[in-house]
């Protein structure tokens, strides 16, 4: 859950992003995925330490 929430909370974060730069419609759209990715990587790595002190 934490991954999916980071993954939105990246792409919308990017978007918006672009968006105050004033990008075109390709540009939000990577922006969007690069936030993806770099907030669900970390999202990821907060999960498997989350799970790793649970246990």
């Not at 792409?11 to 936030?35: E, F, N, P, S, V």
Request: proline share 0%.
């Amino acid at each position: 859950m934490i991954i999916i929430s980071s993954l939105l909370f990246g792409a919308l974060l990017g978007a918006l992003r672009a968006r105050q730069r004033k990008g075109k419609a390709l540009d939000i759209a990577q922006y969007a995925a690069a936030h993806a990715i770099a907030f669900g990587l970390l999202g990821l790595v907060v999960t498997i330490i989350i799970e790793r002190l649970a246990t």
